[in-house]
């Protein structure tokens, strides 16, 4: 191990887990804003994420072909995002729209249906192998660590790990700003409060909608990116395996509630990485086979005691 | 809704109707959890089928060999579908696959034994399957028992001086039992484990548990499948430095490991797999083939679905006739001694044998392949490590 | 003449399968069509009923806890009853939730189960799971059934085997699948009967109008719980008859939900949710357009492979995600051509006798 002179609880659970946590409050930001706007839990969200990654790769791939030129991927990801926002409105108004009026499973079941169709047709184009997104070990960035070490303490913080937790606050920060001072921002916290009191004072609720998915789809695709600039690898079922736990998230956070979102996905992040430290003895506290139940438990156990979740949310 | 009825039924009559080829089913998990662990063992097939029907296909007509693909996703219930299609509707004489233990028992299970049909397994380990049948003998693999090479492992271990390890392993039917065999008999022989945990496999971050198992020790046993976690594990381990020195199975044995992790830091890394001895003729004649037609000789797994493939058909080949009822005891012909040695590609001199009614003894690519009373094979084993860019295997003697 | 043997053998397995599904979207019916409950763990539940019926029924084995030999019909009953009994304590937890949040909640409990049954070696065998599950009527020829009563008293074993050895190998295949079909046959009739009681009426007015019903006086979340219960109780039997089918069960794969959950409850859109029959005729409808979707897929690439030089091994790595595809879009078309499915409920009307 890197010598961490006492450290260790930090930096080998205490900051993975800050780390798994961002990616999940990212991809949660979305899902809480389609659950409290749209009314619906969106099952097809991690599919985005990960398309968004694989386009991300793909422009970087092509630019690097064409032009020689290296692009960085949050750099790449940008026309990403533009291109699965486009295919969000393409979705939803073909997939998602019918069922606006229809209950809630119609359009819940379209959205598992829309789940295997991106899913498949991106094992289709890209085929089912891994590729590779970053090559080698990151090591734990110098600069930091010889900080930190004059300074009697040892953060051992790798480059990447640094850019997803400062990219995730520059995310959360011009969400604030969008959701509290922009008048869309507030017309999706009123849609999201209380719809029928928005269409009242005349919010129009299609633009809303949109915005939510531009907005969603955003921090989706950064989600996508990040987790991939973190395992450093693409693969076609990493969007469905974090899905699951950032449900727990948004449920946790609360529905509707974006800055509950963050919070949600911090926690369980955390509690996930944080299960597997020896509290007592030398052995993790709970097997690490169990690591995937840790999220699920803890989002029941929100839905029984507290269904509005920390930020007191929509509780349907 | 009547025209696509219509179709399916003409669909039906022209995958049956091509009666004058000998069709060998070829379940394999072409989607599921390892796909890109499955890709590389298909195209095996394939290459042993084209060497087939290349050399003078089946029988003295000529007929073609043809692999009917199907996909049994790693899973019983899609096996059982796709063995029961394969045996009722396309008519193939035996069975080559599937990859995971799961589905092979529940297919043979459920299936193929009932029906009379051979199952041979490219990639089947689990110890359960050596004593599966009673009063039969219908299945058979190509792939050593976990009971043989968790030993091996275990030995290895020992051998290059680790005296204690943590052990962590995906907790899938093949790592998981892996894991089992080695621990027992690595304990039982001195070496201690300081901490012996199962992990989930398609996880973003193990670096918790990697923290854990690595509090006091350098080496860790890693069972998992590279593309479902293995190389995340191992890059965790690596990224703190958990971790100096890996030890692992077929699961690992990738060229993406190399590829992905990057060879400099793969130093003190040694995977086994089953394999020839270098110095028979076996290993080298598939290292060839399997070098001009693009596969990696030693990737998991690849050998042993050209040597299922080839074996099928030479099995009836021998019995003369797609009769389900003869390609058991013709399999065991072909594989075991006594004979004229067959190595892997060499199709034509087998025909030749064969058809002046002689014997043959097949040796292939991932071992002399010869079955026991239970239809396993037992052979070598490998310890691979990185030289030059690439996984370089020495026979564990 | 083999060949049409193999094409009605295939038809007795289609017919089993489809079974083995239609009971399952029985018992979700009973959940979503008569109460309104969005039950997106059912593969847990058919697991709990396939892991008991399969630790019961099997022989005694290192490798895993029970293996008690019992009768299968003792599997049988009890796991329903297990299913049951788990199902309760959820229920009685969840049951207040709201649809997408039971939706999640039930996904969530399904996942913890598929764990527990993973990380518990001793007992279940973990990932290897459990083989060599007796089937109903081939179990007959199995050594363990005719040396034991009530075999024994009918024959001796040389008899049976003798009888056993006359008849055709698969003779069994199409009496597995006829007992599915009278399975699916009775299930249907005793749910059909029991949407046409007072209680099942009661069950339409709590879910088309709960405050009303609710107002009348009822024990709304009584009935829903017993609503839960039961249909649970019918996907455990859906569950023992799988654990039959295939003989071996383990819990990774075997109850994958995005192939056993999502496929039912496809199975159930589009045939009618709320109509006993429509949740059958989907099922079998879904099940053979899913199994008999790679035969033409596998036709269609070998057609394509000789038309054009594009080598079939890609072709065919690709198709199973082409596979999943059409069903994805299949799913898109029928939810928004069929909104109530092929068979729409049907209500009983304000004539028929209480």
Same mark, same amino acid.
């Given at each position: ?135 080698? @070990? ?47 921002? =507030? ?9 029928? #009191? ?67 996905? #911090? ?6 990485? #944080? ?15 169990? =690591? ?5 438990? @803890? ?18 | ?397 | ?37 969005? *039950? ?78 993973? *990380? ?88 088309? *109008? ?145």
């Amino acid at each position: 191990m890197w010598e961490s002179f006492g450290f260790e609880f930090v930096n080998f659970y205490f900051i993975p887990g800050l780390v798994l946590g961002c990616i999940y409050a990212l991809g949660a930001i979305g899902i809480t804003l389609t659950f409290g706007i749209l009314r619906f839990a969106n099952f097809a969200h991690g599919e985005v994420m990960m398309t968004g990654a694989y386009v991300t790769w793909t422009i970087m791939a092509i630019t690097g072909a064409l032009f020689g030129w290296a692009l960085h991927p949050l750099i790449a990801a940008i026309p990403s995002i533009f291109l699965m926002i486009l295919v969000f409105f393409v979705v939803d108004r073909f997939f998602y729209k019918p069922f606006r009026k229809a209950p809630t499973i119609k359009v819940v079941m379209a959205s598992f249906g829309m789940m295997l169709v991106i899913r498949s047709l991106v094992q289709i184009l890209w085929g089912p192998n891994q590729i590779t997104f970053v090559r080698g @070990i990151a090591k734990p960035n110098g600069f930091i660590r010889e900080l930190t070490g004059s300074l009697d303490m040892m953060i051992l913080v790798p480059n990447k790990h640094f850019l997803i937790m400062a990219g995730t606050v520059v995310i959360v920060i011009l969400l604030g700003y969008l959701l509290t001072s922009t008048r869309i921002g =507030k017309a999706m916290r009123a849609v999201s409060d209380s719809p029928d #009191l928005a269409l009242v004072t005349g919010i129009d609720v299609e633009v809303v909608i949109r915005a939510t998915w531009i907005v969603g789809g955003a921090c989706a695709v950064a989600a996508g990116v990040f987790l991939a600039m973190d395992i450093q690898m693409l693969e076609t079922t990493m969007g469905f395996r974090m899905l699951l736990p950032m449900f727990a998230a948004a449920i946790l956070g609360g529905i509707g509630k974006p800055y509950g979102a963050v919070l949600g996905g #911090l926690v369980i992040g955390l509690a996930e990485e #944080l299960s597997s430290y020896p509290w007592i003895g030398d052995s993790p506290l709970l097997s690490p086979g169990y =690591k995937s139940g840790v999220a699920f438990s @803890i989002m029941i156990v929100m839905l029984i005691v507290r269904p509005s979740g920390l930020f007191k949310g929509r509780t349907f | 809704m009547r025209k696509s009825i219509y179709s399916c039924i003409a669909a039906l009559a022209v995958v049956s109707g091509a009666n004058a080829d000998v069709k060998v089913g070829n379940p394999m998990a072409m989607t599921g959890p390892i796909p890109d662990l499955v890709a590389p063992m298909a195209l095996a097939v394939d290459l042993a089928e084209k060497h087939i029907n290349e050399q003078g296909g089946m029988f003295a007509s000529g007929e073609e060999y043809v692999i009917v693909r199907a996909d049994s996703m790693c899973d019983p219930v899609a096996s059982v579908d796709a063995v029961t299609k394969l045996i009722n509707v396309s008519g193939v004489v035996g069975i080559v696959g599937p990859v995971c233990s799961g589905a092979t028992i529940a297919q043979a299970e459920s299936v193929a034994i009932p029906a009379g049909v051979v199952t041979l397994s490219v990639s089947a380990s689990a110890p359960a399957i050596s004593n599966m049948e009673t009063g039969t003998d219908l299945m058979f693999r190509t792939a050593a028992s976990d009971a043989y090479q968790g030993v091996a492992l275990a030995e290895l271990a020992l051998a290059n001086g680790l005296t204690d390890l943590s052990v962590s392993y995906a907790n899938d039917d093949y790592n998981a039992g892996l894991a089992e065999v080695f621990a027992e008999h690595y304990a039982a022989n001195g070496g201690k484990i300081h901490l012996n945990e199962a992990h989930e496999p398609n996880k973003a971050s193990y670096r918790s548990e990697v923290a854990t198992l690595g509090a006091n020790t350098e080496n860790l046993a890693l069972f998992a499948y590279y593309g479902s976690g293995g190389i995340t594990l191992m890059r965790n381990a690596m990224e703190t430095a958990a971790f100096s020195t890996f030890l692992g199975a077929d699961g690992m044995l990738a060229q993406e490991v190399i590829d992905q992790l990057g060879a400099e830091n793969l130093g003190q890394a040694t995977f086994t797999t089953s394999t020839s001895d270098e110095s028979t003729h076996g290993y080298a004649m598939w290292k060839a083939l399997a070098t001009v037609a693009g596969l990696n000789p030693l990737g998991p797994f690849v050998p042993n679905s050209y040597d299922a493939t080839f074996m099928m058909a030479l099995a009836v080949e021998h019995a003369g006739s797609a009769d389900r009822d003869l390609i058991a005891t013709s399999l065991r012909a072909i594989a075991n001694a006594p004979g004229e040695i067959i190595l892997p590609g060499e199709w034509a001199k087998a025909k030749k044998i064969l058809a002046a009614g002689g014997d043959i003894h097949y040796n292939g690519g991932s071992g002399p392949q010869d079955f026991d009373a239970n239809g396993d094979v037992a052979g070598d084993f490998s310890a691979s490590v990185v030289q030059d860019g690439a996984w370089v295997g020495k026979i564990i003697k | 003449m083999d060949q049409l043997i193999g094409y009605f053998l295939y038809f007795c397995s289609l017919l089993a399968v489809g079974g083995i599904y239609s009971l399952i979207a029985l018992g979700l019916n009973v959940q979503w069509g008569f109460a309104g409950l969005f *039950n997106v763990g059912i593969a847990g539940f058919v697991s709990i009923g396939a892991y008991t019926y399969a630790l019961l029924t099997t022989d005694t084995s290192p490798l895993h806890y029970g293996g008690l030999g019992l009768p299968l019909a003792v599997g049988i009953v009890a796991a329903m009853i297990a299913s049951g009994l788990i199902s309760a304590i959820i229920g009685v937890i969840c049951i207040r939730l709201r649809s997408d949040y039971l939706a999640i909640a039930t996904i969530g409990i399904a996942e913890i189960i598929k764990l527990v049954l993973k *990380n518990n070696s001793e007992i279940t065998n973990g990932p290897r799971g459990i083989n060599k599950i007796p089937r109903l009527w081939e179990n007959f020829t199995e050594e363990r059934f005719y040396n034991d009563w009530p075999m024994s008293w009918f024959a001796s074993a040389e008899t049976w085997q003798s009888i056993f050895s006359s008849l055709p190998r698969w003779w069994w295949q199409p009496c597995f699948a006829l007992s599915i079909i009278i399975a699916v046959y009775v299930v249907y009739k005793l749910l059909e009967k029991l949407r046409l009681s007072p209680w099942g009426r009661m069950m339409t007015a709590i879910r088309e *109008n709960e405050p009303a019903a609710h107002a009348a006086g009822k024990n709304v979340t009584g009935r829903r719980i017993e609503a839960f219960i039961l249909g649970s109780m019918i996907m455990g039997l859906a569950g023992a008859v799988l654990a039959m089918h295939l003989r071996l069960i383990e819990p990774t794969n075997t109850f994958d939900p995005s192939k056993l959950t999502f496929l039912v409850w496809v199975m159930l859109i589009a045939g009618g949710s709320g109509n006993n029959r429509g949740a059958i005729l989907g099922s079998f409808l879904i099940w053979v357009i899913w199994s008999a979707s790679e035969i033409v897929i596998n036709v269609g690439i070998d057609v394509i492979g000789d038309f054009t030089n594009i080598h079939v091994g890609i072709l065919s790595t690709r198709a199973g995600y082409l596979r999943m595809l059409l069903i994805g879009l299949l799913l898109q078309y029928i939810l928004q051509k069929y909104p109530l499915g092929i068979l729409p409920e049907s209500r009983p009307t304000a004539s028929s006798k209480t």
